[in-house]
């Protein structure tokens, strides 16, 4: 089992990560391995200036030695640069409460007010520190882990945007230059689409208001098999729904063509099955690359639907949690949008699942092993 915790607050001192199951004598240095990652759920058009205070870097403080790792719980600490900026308001030392500047107006679509209920919090900012999307850099950065791992099994990754502010802009995949999406301001490959989407973020940002979108995580070369169809808990597109429905802002998930499937007949959804000296293939991949929660060995495609962030430079009425009255919703400093970063987020949290579902199949405590014991599992699947 690949278990994963994280724990830090937005404005905290740093943001920890402990994963746990990570086979022995796979290579991982952050620098490399880590920290590109960092990067990219960094970027994007209509980022806010948060980005530009922090500069995440990945610190390994267990698991690894001699840029290998041993077998034991990874954790990695990624530094809140602007901790210096809050660390009197943030402070765990008692006496330090600065009430006066307490966040008491809940804002619509946050964690605020329910968090608020739910944990008898009348200052908001209890809830709102770890409802954040700045928690997201723990997940990139144990997703990253999983990723190398997925690697080693020529499994590959890609993220990109589909749709940003009602603008459809998937370019299609071309996995020979993957490095084409770090490049573009929206991440994704279709060039012709960037020039309305940049203007609908100004205008949005100029409005106060904010921007959402559809993202896509994509695999290929997953070995078939994974997950199961002998229980719902072990089906493997649930596994992957529930990860990307625990993405802040993730309102919708889709397998494939999973909402167009369910308008047209079943002629034009089902992928006709075919085999040549090579093995089975199919000439369409409309399920996704899974059927009934086991990976057809087709590319793994989920695509989630993010809502706008929650934070309004021109705030939603609310109300204040301690004064009752009406007010308008408050402002933390914020993105206008965060599609590309969540399409990084999205990547990591799937690629969790994978990793652990590829465990799951070929347990080993060594990569050595589950190299060995995915090689072998091809040959039969060819032969089968």
């Not at 997950?227 to 998930?253: E, F």
Request: hydrophobic share 40%; aromatic share 4%.
């Amino acid at each position: 089992m690949l278990r994963f915790l994280s724990a830090g607050e937005s404005h905290g001192p740093a943001l920890t990560v402990l994963l746990d199951g990570v086979p022995a004598g796979l290579e991982l240095i952050a620098s490399e391995h880590i920290d590109p990652w960092l990067k990219r759920r960094q970027g994007g058009y209509g980022r806010g200036r948060r980005m530009v205070i922090e500069t995440d870097s990945a610190a390994i403080l267990s698991g690894v030695r001699a840029g290998r790792t041993t077998g034991a719980p990874i954790s990695i600490q990624i530094e809140n640069r602007d901790w210096r900026n809050w660390s009197e308001i943030m402070s765990p030392e008692p006496g330090n409460e600065p009430r006066k500047k307490a966040l008491t107006e809940a804002r619509p679509g946050h964690a605020d007010l329910a968090g608020g209920i739910k944990y008898g919090h009348k200052d908001l900012r209890d809830v709102l520190e770890r409802a954040s999307a700045r928690e997201t850099a723990s997940r990139v950065a144990a997703g990253a882990v999983a990723m190398r791992l997925l690697e080693t099994v020529g499994v590959q990754g890609c993220a990109r945007v589909v749709n940003l502010a009602g603008v459809a802009c998937d370019g299609g995949v071309n996995w020979e230059q993957l490095e084409l999406l770090d490049e573009s301001p929206i991440r994704s490959f279709a060039k012709d689409a960037e020039a309305e989407i940049i203007t609908r973020i100004d205008q949005a940002k100029k409005a106060g208001d904010t921007l959402g979108g559809i993202i896509e995580a994509r695999f290929r070369g997953v070995p078939l098999g994974l997950g199961s169809h002998t229980q719902w808990d072990r089906k493997l597109d649930g596994r992957l729904a529930q990860a990307a429905m625990s993405i802040q802002a993730i309102k919708g998930v889709e397998i494939g063509d999973g909402w167009h499937n369910a308008l047209v007949p079943g002629s034009q959804v089902h992928d006709a099955i075919y085999r040549n000296e090579q093995g089975y293939y199919r000439e369409s991949n409309r399920s996704g690359g899974l059927e009934a929660g086991i990976t057809t060995g087709e590319e793994l495609v989920i695509r989630a639907a993010m809502k706008p962030i929650a934070t309004l430079m021109k705030p939603l009425p609310t109300v204040n949690v301690v004064t009752r009255q009406p007010a308008d919703a408050a402002r933390e400093r914020s993105d206008t949008t965060a599609v590309p970063a969540a399409s990084i987020v999205l990547l990591a949290m799937t690629s969790l699942v994978l990793a652990d579902a590829l465990l799951e199949k070929f347990g080993a405590d060594t990569s050595r092993e589950i190299c060995e014991r995915v090689s072998a599992h091809r040959d039969y699947v060819s032969n089968y």
